[in-house]
């Protein structure tokens, strides 16, 4: 039992430290697919350090909850990086939440997030809420239904169960599961503010979708909530290895298979970075009142992953 | 002297003596008008006698059942009384959520002149009183007359002001839809009785228990029932009053029928499906499945294109009656498909959500209502910018949005998350279209929550958040020390019901037992939740919560230890437009509009833009719900069509009327006597 | 319980189909259809091959390899040409807007699978499973026909139909007789010709492809 709570706690904290390597990984595969050289890896640390170091500079009018909110976010992403499998499975914190509950601990950050972003008061932090929360009232729907198609599988809603069913189980292709990659892949762009729903490098603010929310954060404050962005980033791909391409992940309690879970993960983790930033590279935004579109479609491929699943694998 | 101890009396009897405490309580402030101090001390009375009430509740969730015969009533159909664990159940759950709002009511009516307050003390207690005897009653007609005082004390609370003609309509159309309801539900018991008139002992809920009925006649009794307790309780189409009367009454009120009265519709339904009807059909679920979604999705995009903060609420507690009519749908399913299991799980959701709603949207009335005194202002477009004025009641409106969103941890997620399990568990039915029908189903649910945290986004971040968008802000003071504590308890239900769900869903075993012969099985321990296999799935809300604060303290800690906590003010960001006002951020209506314009199909937009030559431009837009132009205008029209038809009959010649007498009086003579 | 590898590819294929039938009733482009098209012959000429190879009917690989030649080489490329000549490669202008056309798509797809489900317990392929989805494609392939008023959207739903056709029969009986395969290709090509030749009259009449203006041709 202690040794499973070190590793939960060891496991979290890698998730933390290596989530904005990810984010540099992503930015340097962005910029070869665009021809130019790209900052070094640990540009993001470096970032990262830089804004602690600096005097947080905020608005008159904010209130308490403008200042409360970065914690919050940051405490909500680290709960969800420890419940998703990324190098063991089934371990002692995982039952305290399901897959539903991940869902909620991401509506719970989000919904943070756009209030901090209404407190000021300036056109840019309610237009960046209203946006945001536009576009998550179809991602997590959408994101649910590709949990119920993993559950009608795994008949269980808990992820340590539904990793090893998929993983451990004789190699099958589900269908069912096709159709829900494709519609994960589609929520992963609306919540981690990728294109093709919003342009993570844009300055633009009529543009915006998360940038908005955070223009008026500055130093520690923005320092947690790229930390966090980064690390959403980090779970969202830890969480489509865990359902898709679970195959590496040690086993309940069993610690020899731990170096082989590092390697694969690191491996997945190359991987799955180059192909965001080649789907990325390859399609284009979408206007923002296309972007409900987009997500009922990742919503109703979803449902079709169910129905797929009656018809095909029962 | 013979010594009388507390357990002497049964729970039933402890409950009507506080039905008769709140009568007097309420008869009393009409005499009390003379002695403002003691007027004052009815409301703080009234919410221990509802205190008091939760108590009784609790006893007879945890004991067995009790039943009185008072001396009151028919000659032959006295008042006939009983407290079983459902109605138990529902009296905690009045009990509760009407102590908080009735020690709110004690300090937000506080500066009413005398004789509004009496006549408020008066409907109040009534309406308490009456809400009571429903979840008391055990025969036909103490049921109805209970029914009736619960409306029409609710009525004139709903009209208070009612110098204004459009709170005058709005009780109208109340009164009326809550009277048509009325008449199914009398048709109902009519029909529940078995079809022996002339015996009145055959209209108490005992003899109904026993009676047989066909499947024909169980199934009108059901639809009348459905149709009855649903335009109670608001469910579409008969929701239209909802959405005029709560924001019509005081904020006490409004949450009070928001919180408590809709569940009496909820009890009722539970009571007539499960207990007084012996055999229920597969159907029956499948109907009111699909009338809960589609309420609970008409409910919720309707809420988020409101400008108005009370109109917002009501037709959020149209979504949430929708999602605990799914739930009963759901449970019907399973409970004739012979899955008693499941049909005990989804009956824990539906009684959990039921339980959750009263104490959240109690909060948010209170807090909406906190504001409208505060500031004189309901609309949204006026408001932004309380919490710094605001605090208390800001925070505890917060806990009250989250919760209503169903995020982790508070009391929203968990009955959503068992209701989603059960959804989950669907694939076992027997039915072919059913199983794959049912887990697309459960995607609107999802969909409802979603947009419910949209909303409340929107009604916090924009009454609560931002920049006052009006002068009213600026004359805002925090709420007196009594709404406080009022909101702080519902505040501290929401948590705690969000915390300890094994705790809340032993106490709700007795109910489901009751109704489906079996309970939820917890298989985890007092920690974790784990509905039906801790495999399957585990919720353990105070691991989450533990997890998340610290590692909030650990991170801020680090962050000051490791850095620093500097910090200074200035100007927010302009993006180089220096004339940043009020206006620029999101109105109301603006934060709405990418739902409106999704979902325009089912709304008639009514909008009047300002065209460049207008000296004085204004915009006017409105939302207004489709159904009462399709189904409501025309049975108006109709219905005045008939009367008018009818009212030829009246010409006002003395003649004719002496005519339809002798008519009447020949007709008689001739089948009478035959 | 689990089925052999090549069936599952087959299930796998199938689902690919439907998932193409959705994303055609979503697209927006025209060029973007003809392409799903193509992709959608593919994975039809792919999965029959499978089905000739692991049940030894031969003239099911004549079949895929008319399909292939067919649907995923001649018809896109010609339907390219007839684009870039017509100049329509704009949006498709569905008549009722994309996610209503998608919810009422999804009810279909559950009322297929319901419908397919006891005929599929009658016929004696190993592929029965399938039918639901060939019959979901089939009526989402005529929803897109209704739903579309501009020319080339409705023709390439026509189509779509045809390969839904196409999988059924394969799934349920193991195709058609292969005269009859034939001669329903050539149709098919023949059909497609005539219907490009139209496109341009079309076009000299009423300046645009949009199939609204061809109600000014009834009599008043």
């Given at each position: 039992?202690?040794?499973g709570?070190?590793?939960q706690?060891?496991q979290?904290l890698?998730?933390?430290l290596?989530?904005?390597?990810l984010?540099?990984?992503?930015?340097?595969?962005?910029?070869?697919l665009?021809?130019?050289?790209?900052?070094?890896?640990?540009?993001?640390?470096?970032t990262?350090?830089?804004l602690?170091h600096?005097?947080?500079?905020?608005?008159?009018n904010?209130?308490?909850l403008?200042?409360?909110?970065?914690?919050?976010?940051?405490?909500c992403?680290?709960?969800?990086?420890?419940?998703?499998?990324?190098?063991v499975?089934?371990?002692p914190?995982?039952?305290?939440a399901?897959?539903?509950?991940?869902?909620?601990?991401?509506?719970?950050?989000?919904?943070?997030?756009a209030?901090a972003?209404?407190?000021?008061?300036?056109?840019?932090?309610?237009?960046?809420?209203?946006r945001?929360?536009l576009?998550?009232?179809?991602?997590?729907?959408?994101?649910?239904?590709?949990?119920?198609?993993?559950s009608l599988i795994?008949?269980?809603?808990e992820?340590?169960?539904?990793?090893?069913?998929?993983?451990?189980?004789?190699?099958?292709?589900?269908p069912?599961?096709?159709?829900?990659?494709v519609?994960?892949?589609?929520?992963s762009?609306?919540e981690?503010?990728?294109?093709?729903?919003?342009?993570?490098?844009?300055?633009?603010?009529?543009?915006?979708i998360?940038?908005?929310?955070?223009l008026?954060y500055s130093?520690?404050h923005?320092?947690l909530i790229?930390?966090?962005?980064?690390?959403k980033?980090?779970?969202?791909s830890a969480?489509?290895i865990a359902?898709?391409?679970?195959w590496?992940?040690?086993?309940?309690?069993?610690f020899?298979?731990?170096?082989?879970?590092?390697?694969?993960?690191?491996?997945k983790?190359?991987l799955?970075?180059?192909?965001?930033s080649?789907?990325?590279?390859?399609s284009?935004?979408v206007?923002?009142f296309?972007a409900?579109?987009f997500?009922?479609?990742?919503?109703l491929?979803?449902?079709?992953?169910?129905?797929i699943h009656?018809?095909l694998?029962v | 002297m013979?010594?009388?101890?507390?357990?002497?009396?049964?729970?039933?009897?402890?409950a009507?003596?506080?039905?008769?405490?709140?009568?007097?309580?309420?008869?009393?402030?009409?005499?009390?008008?003379?002695?403002?101090?003691?007027?004052?001390?009815?409301?703080?009375?009234?919410?221990?006698g509802?205190?008091g009430?939760a108590?009784?509740?609790?006893?007879?969730?945890?004991?067995?059942?009790?039943?009185?015969?008072?001396?009151?009533?028919l000659?032959?159909?006295?008042?006939?009384?009983?407290?079983?664990?459902?109605s138990?159940?529902?009296?905690?759950?009045?009990?509760?959520?009407?102590?908080g709002?009735?020690?709110?009511?004690?300090?937000?009516?506080?500066?009413?002149?005398t004789?509004r307050?009496?006549?408020m003390?008066?409907?109040?207690?009534?309406?308490?009183?009456?809400?009571t005897?429903?979840?008391?009653?055990?025969?036909?007609?103490a049921?109805m007359?209970?029914?009736?005082?619960?409306?029409?004390?609710?009525?004139?609370l709903?009209?208070?002001?009612?110098?204004?003609?459009?709170?005058?309509?709005?009780?109208?159309?109340y009164?009326?839809?809550?009277?048509?309801?009325?008449v199914?539900?009398l048709?109902?018991?009519?029909?529940?009785q078995?079809g022996?008139?002339?015996q009145?002992?055959?209209y108490?809920?005992?003899?109904m228990?026993s009676?047989?009925?066909?499947?024909?006649?169980?199934?009108?009794?059901?639809?009348?029932?459905?149709?009855?307790?649903?335009?109670?309780?608001?469910?579409?189409p008969?929701h239209?009053?909802?959405?005029?009367?709560?924001?019509?009454?005081?904020?006490?009120?409004s949450a009070?029928?928001?919180?408590v009265?809709?569940?009496?519709?909820?009890?009722g339904?539970l009571?007539?499906?499960?207990?007084?009807?012996?055999?229920?059909?597969?159907?029956?679920?499948?109907?009111?499945?699909?009338?809960?979604?589609?309420?609970?999705?008409y409910?919720?995009?309707?809420?988020a294109?409101?400008?108005?903060?009370?109109?917002l609420?009501?037709?959020s507690?149209?979504?949430?009656i929708g999602v605990?009519?799914a739930?009963?749908?759901?449970?019907?399913?399973f409970?004739?498909?012979?899955k008693?299991?499941l049909?005990?799980?989804?009956l824990?959701?539906l009684?959990?959500?039921a339980?959750?709603?009263?104490?959240f949207?109690?909060?948010?009335?209170?807090?909406?209502?906190?504001?409208?005194?505060?500031?004189?202002?309901r609309?949204?477009?006026?408001?932004?910018?309380l919490m710094r004025?605001?605090?208390?009641?800001?925070?505890?409106?917060?806990?009250g949005?989250?919760?209503?969103?169903?995020?982790?941890?508070?009391?929203?997620?968990?009955?959503?998350?068992?209701?989603?399990?059960?959804f989950?568990?669907?694939?076992?039915?027997?039915?072919?279209?059913?199983?794959?029908v049912i887990?697309?189903a459960?995607?609107s649910?999802?969909?409802?929550?979603?947009?419910?945290?949209?909303?409340?986004?929107?009604?916090?971040?924009?009454?609560?958040?931002?920049v006052?968008?009006?002068p009213?802000?600026?004359?805002?003071?925090e709420?007196?020390?009594r709404?406080?504590?009022?909101?702080?308890?519902?505040?501290a239900?929401?948590?705690?019901?969000?915390?300890f769900?094994?705790?809340?869903?032993?106490?709700?075993s007795?109910v489901?037992?009751?109704?489906?012969?079996?309970?939820?099985?917890?298989?985890g321990s007092?920690?974790?939740?784990?509905?039906?296999?801790a495999?399957?799935?585990s919720?353990a809300?105070?691991?989450?919560?533990?997890?998340?604060l610290?590692?909030?303290?650990l991170?801020f800690?680090?962050v000051?230890?490791?850095?620093h906590g500097?910090?200074?003010?200035?100007?927010?960001?302009d993006c180089?437009y220096p004339e940043?006002?009020?206006?620029?951020q999101?109105?109301?209506?603006?934060f709405?509009?990418?739902?409106r314009?999704?979902f325009?199909?089912?709304?008639?937009?009514?909008?009047?833009t300002?065209?460049?030559?207008?000296?004085?431009?204004?915009y006017?837009g409105d939302?207004?719900?489709k159904?009462?132009?399709?189904v409501?205008q025309?049975?108006?029209?109709?219905?005045?069509w008939?009367?008018?038809?009818?009212?030829?009959l009246?010409?006002g010649?003395?003649?004719?009327y002496?005519?339809?007498?002798?008519?009447?009086?020949?007709?008689?003579?001739?089948?009478?006597t035959? | 319980?689990?089925?052999?590898?090549?069936?599952?590819?087959?299930?796998?294929l199938?689902?690919?189909l439907?998932?193409?039938?959705?994303a055609?009733?979503?697209?927006?482009?025209?060029?973007?259809?003809?392409t799903?098209?193509?992709?959608?012959?593919?994975?039809?000429s792919?999965?029959?091959?499978?089905?000739a190879w692991?049940?030894?009917?031969?003239?099911?690989?004549?079949?895929?390899?008319?399909?292939?030649i067919?649907?995923?080489l001649?018809m896109?490329?010609?339907?390219?040409?007839?684009?870039?000549?017509?100049?329509?490669?704009?949006d498709?202008?569905?008549?009722?807007?994309?996610?209503?056309?998608m919810?009422?798509?999804?009810?279909?797809?559950?009322?297929a699978?319901?419908?397919?489900?006891?005929?599929?317990q009658?016929?004696?392929?190993?592929?029965?499973s399938?039918?639901g989805?060939?019959?979901?494609?089939?009526?989402?392939?005529?929803?897109?026909?209704i739903?579309?008023?501009?020319?080339?959207?409705?023709?390439?739903?026509?189509l779509?139909?045809?390969?839904?056709?196409?999988f059924?029969?394969t799934s349920?009986?193991?195709?058609?007789?292969l005269?009859?395969e034939?001669?329903?290709?050539?149709?098919?090509?023949?059909?497609?010709?005539v219907l490009?030749?139209?496109?341009?009259?079309?076009?000299?009449?009423f300046d645009?492809l949009?199939?609204?203006?061809m109600e000014?041709?009834?009599?008043?």
């Amino acid at each position: 039992m202690n040794t499973g709570i070190l590793l939960q706690i060891a496991q979290t904290l890698l998730a933390i430290l290596l989530a904005p390597l990810l984010m540099g990984w992503v930015n340097q595969c962005r910029a070869w697919l665009q021809g130019r050289s790209a900052p070094p890896l640990i540009q993001p640390y470096r970032t990262l350090k830089k804004l602690f170091h600096k005097e947080a500079v905020i608005a008159h009018n904010a209130s308490p909850l403008f200042r409360f909110a970065p914690y919050m976010i940051f405490a909500c992403m680290a709960l969800a990086a420890g419940l998703v499998p990324t190098l063991v499975n089934d371990l002692p914190f995982s039952p305290a939440a399901d897959a539903i509950a991940l869902v909620g601990v991401f509506a719970l950050a989000r919904v943070f997030l756009a209030l901090a972003a209404m407190d000021i008061g300036t056109s840019f932090g309610t237009l960046g809420a209203r946006r945001e929360m536009l576009v998550s009232f179809l991602a997590e729907p959408a994101l649910l239904m590709v949990f119920f198609t993993a559950s009608l599988i795994s008949h269980s809603t808990e992820l340590p169960t539904i990793v090893e069913t998929l993983a451990h189980k004789e190699f099958v292709i589900y269908p069912s599961m096709a159709f829900a990659a494709v519609a994960f892949w589609m929520v992963s762009t609306a919540e981690n503010a990728r294109i093709p729903v919003d342009n993570p490098t844009t300055h633009l603010e009529l543009t915006m979708i998360h940038e908005a929310m955070i223009l008026e954060y500055s130093a520690r404050h923005l320092a947690l909530i790229e930390w966090a962005v980064a690390l959403k980033l980090f779970t969202y791909s830890a969480l489509g290895i865990a359902l898709f391409v679970p195959w590496g992940i040690a086993p309940h309690g069993d610690f020899a298979a731990l170096p082989l879970a590092v390697l694969a993960l690191l491996v997945k983790m190359i991987l799955g970075g180059a192909t965001l930033s080649f789907l990325e590279a390859i399609s284009a935004k979408v206007r923002l009142f296309r972007a409900p579109e987009f997500l009922g479609t990742a919503f109703l491929l979803g449902v079709l992953g169910m129905l797929i699943h009656f018809l095909l694998e029962v | 002297m013979p010594t009388v101890s507390l357990s002497d009396f049964a729970p039933v009897e402890y409950a009507w003596a506080g039905v008769l405490f709140w009568l007097a309580l309420g008869f009393s402030a009409l005499f009390l008008q003379r002695l403002r101090g003691l007027l004052a001390l009815i409301f703080p009375l009234g919410a221990l006698g509802a205190l008091g009430m939760a108590g009784v509740g609790l006893a007879a969730l945890m004991g067995a059942g009790s039943a009185i015969v008072l001396p009151i009533g028919l000659p032959e159909l006295p008042f006939h009384l009983r407290l079983d664990a459902l109605s138990g159940l529902f009296l905690v759950l009045l009990g509760g959520a009407a102590f908080g709002v009735t020690l709110y009511a004690s300090g937000y009516f506080r500066q009413l002149d005398t004789a509004r307050l009496a006549l408020m003390a008066l409907w109040f207690h009534l309406f308490l009183a009456g809400m009571t005897t429903v979840l008391l009653a055990d025969d036909a007609y103490a049921f109805m007359v209970a029914w009736e005082v619960m409306a029409l004390s609710s009525y004139f609370l709903v009209t208070t002001d009612h110098d204004q003609p459009d709170i005058r309509r709005a009780g109208f159309l109340y009164l009326l839809i809550a009277h048509v309801g009325a008449v199914s539900l009398l048709l109902c018991f009519g029909v529940l009785q078995g079809g022996d008139i002339g015996q009145m002992q055959a209209y108490t809920f005992e003899y109904m228990r026993s009676a047989e009925l066909a499947p024909f006649w169980a199934s009108v009794a059901f639809l009348l029932a459905l149709f009855g307790f649903g335009a109670k309780a608001g469910l579409v189409p008969m929701h239209v009053w909802l959405p005029e009367a709560h924001p019509a009454a005081p904020s006490p009120v409004s949450a009070l029928m928001s919180g408590v009265m809709l569940k009496t519709a909820i009890y009722g339904l539970l009571r007539v499906t499960f207990d007084l009807i012996n055999v229920q059909e597969g159907w029956w679920g499948t109907l009111a499945l699909t009338l809960g979604l589609v309420t609970a999705l008409y409910g919720v995009i309707f809420a988020a294109v409101q400008a108005d903060m009370k109109r917002l609420l009501a037709w959020s507690s149209i979504e949430n009656i929708g999602v605990i009519l799914a739930g009963f749908g759901l449970t019907l399913i399973f409970y004739t498909d012979g899955k008693g299991a499941l049909a005990a799980l989804t009956l824990t959701a539906l009684l959990y959500h039921a339980l959750n709603h009263a104490f959240f949207k109690g909060l948010l009335f209170t807090g909406a209502g906190a504001v409208l005194h505060a500031t004189g202002e309901r609309n949204m477009d006026k408001l932004g910018g309380l919490m710094r004025v605001m605090p208390w009641t800001a925070w505890l409106t917060l806990i009250g949005a989250l919760a209503i969103a169903g995020l982790p941890p508070l009391n929203g997620f968990v009955s959503e998350w068992l209701l989603l399990q059960a959804f989950l568990l669907t694939p076992g039915l027997n039915q072919p279209y059913l199983n794959m029908v049912i887990p697309v189903a459960a995607a609107s649910v999802a969909l409802a929550a979603a947009l419910a945290a949209y909303v409340m986004v929107k009604f916090f971040g924009v009454t609560f958040l931002g920049v006052a968008r009006s002068p009213a802000v600026a004359q805002a003071h925090e709420a007196g020390w009594r709404e406080r504590l009022g909101m702080l308890w519902l505040a501290a239900g929401c948590v705690l019901l969000g915390l300890f769900p094994t705790q809340v869903i032993a106490l709700l075993s007795p109910v489901v037992l009751q109704l489906t012969g079996q309970t939820l099985v917890n298989d985890g321990s007092w920690l974790m939740l784990a509905p039906v296999d801790a495999e399957r799935a585990s919720y353990a809300p105070l691991v989450f919560f533990a997890v998340v604060l610290v590692t909030l303290l650990l991170v801020f800690i680090w962050v000051r230890y490791a850095y620093h906590g500097r910090m200074r003010r200035a100007d927010p960001w302009d993006c180089g437009y220096p004339e940043q006002d009020a206006r620029m951020q999101d109105s109301a209506e603006g934060f709405g509009q990418p739902i409106r314009q999704i979902f325009d199909a089912f709304m008639r937009v009514e909008r009047e833009t300002p065209d460049p030559f207008d000296r004085h431009p204004r915009y006017r837009g409105d939302s207004r719900d489709k159904l009462w132009v399709l189904v409501y205008q025309p049975i108006a029209n109709l219905a005045a069509w008939l009367s008018d038809r009818v009212g030829r009959l009246q010409h006002g010649r003395i003649q004719w009327y002496l005519i339809y007498s002798f008519a009447t009086l020949i007709f008689l003579l001739v089948f009478v006597t035959r | 319980m689990f089925l052999a590898y090549h069936l599952q590819v087959v299930n796998l294929l199938a689902a690919l189909l439907l998932l193409i039938s959705f994303a055609m009733l979503s697209q927006r482009r025209i060029t973007g259809l003809v392409t799903l098209f193509a992709w959608q012959g593919a994975a039809l000429s792919l999965s029959t091959a499978i089905v000739a190879w692991s049940t030894g009917q031969h003239h099911l690989y004549y079949s895929a390899a008319l399909t292939f030649i067919l649907k995923v080489l001649a018809m896109p490329w010609y339907f390219y040409r007839l684009v870039k000549k017509l100049n329509v490669d704009r949006d498709v202008e569905p008549m009722i807007n994309i996610p209503t056309t998608m919810l009422i798509g999804i009810a279909l797809v559950i009322f297929a699978f319901n419908l397919a489900l006891p005929i599929s317990q009658m016929s004696g392929t190993v592929t029965r499973s399938t039918l639901g989805i060939a019959m979901a494609s089939v009526l989402l392939a005529f929803l897109m026909m209704i739903t579309r008023s501009k020319a080339i959207p409705q023709v390439i739903g026509f189509l779509a139909m045809e390969n839904g056709l196409f999988f059924a029969a394969t799934s349920a009986s193991y195709g058609m007789p292969l005269v009859v395969e034939m001669g329903v290709a050539l149709d098919v090509l023949v059909g497609v010709f005539v219907l490009g030749i139209f496109f341009f009259q079309i076009r000299e009449t009423f300046d645009s492809l949009d199939l609204k203006h061809m109600e000014k041709l009834k009599e008043k």
